[in-house]
T-cell receptor, first 116, second 109 residues
Framework: GAVVSQHPSRVICKSGTSVKIECRSLDFQATTMFWYRQFPKKSLMLMATSNEGSKATYEQGVEKDKFLINHASLTLSTLTVTSAHPEDSSFYIC????????????FGQGTRLTVV | QKEVEQDPGPLSVPEGAIVSLNCTYSNSAFQYFMWYRQYSRKGPELLMYTYSSGNKEDGRFTAQVDKSSKYISLFIRDSQPSDSATYLCAMSAGGKLIFGQGTELSVKP
């Protein structure tokens, strides 16, 4: 299957700082990427849909000013957690769908964020 | 009512058993159905992808979709300890995926 690379896999940051997470599609172009958040023993919660060249679409209840998403190219989307707080600690996962109109989503390895 | 319901388990079976994992859904617009496997602290890995009602087989895995009952299943034959993971069903009408809660499976040697 298609490969999605997410970096970093783990990050620890101080409260009040910002953290950037990268999501790259390695062997395909993705006009759409998705960002999820997952709490322990819980399912994936969709945060936002990232569209190349346009603004991201955020799900209800997700603060767009806190979770900045940039999809600058067909192979890269970034999620920046701004002014992180301990409650932002979570597992963040991106996914990408190859091509346009595709339906099979492939996931990155996830990023474990710990805010201290 | 959640759009996708999945029993979180945990489910524990002996090695070699047949495992049955299930999800129900309420949105009749869902057309695409997927099963993902997620190991602890890793991203989900796509296992099976189906579009229509019926069965799809891939090695020891069989995915079954019954659109009339809004019910999907994943069967694992000859289960192995390496199959121990959380299994998530997911579905979409094209576009974003809606996930079940995930079923935690443990296969004991």
């Amino acid at each position: 299957g298609a490969v999605v690379s997410q970096h970093p896999s783990r990050v620890i940051c101080k409260s009040g700082t910002s953290v950037k997470i990268e999501c790259r599609s390695l062997d395909f172009q993705a006009t759409t990427m998705f960002w999820y958040r997952q709490f322990p023993k819980k399912s994936l919660m969709l945060m936002a849909t990232s569209n190349e060249g346009s603004k991201a679409t955020y799900e209800q209840g997700v603060e767009k000013d806190k979770f900045l998403i940039n999809h600058a190219s067909l192979t890269l989307s970034t999620l920046t957690v701004t002014s992180a707080h301990p409650e932002d600690s979570s597992f963040y996962i991106c996914s990408a769908i190859p091509g346009q109109g595709g339906t099979e989503a492939f996931f990155g390895q996830g990023t474990r964020l710990t805010v201290v | 009512q959640k759009e996708v319901e999945q029993d979180p388990g945990p489910l524990s079976v002996p090695e070699g058993a047949i495992v049955s994992l299930n999800c129900t859904y309420s949105n009749s617009a869902f057309q695409y159905f997927m099963w993902y496997r997620q190991y602890s602290r890793k991203g989900p890995e796509l296992l099976m992808y189906t579009y229509s009602s019926g069965n799809k087989e891939d090695g020891r895995f069989t995915a079954q979709v019954d659109k009339s009952s809004k019910y999907i299943s994943l069967f694992i034959r000859d289960s192995q300890p390496s199959d121990s993971a959380t299994y998530l069903c997911a579905m979409s009408a094209g576009g974003k995926l809606i996930f079940g809660q995930g079923t935690e499976l443990s296969v004991k040697p």
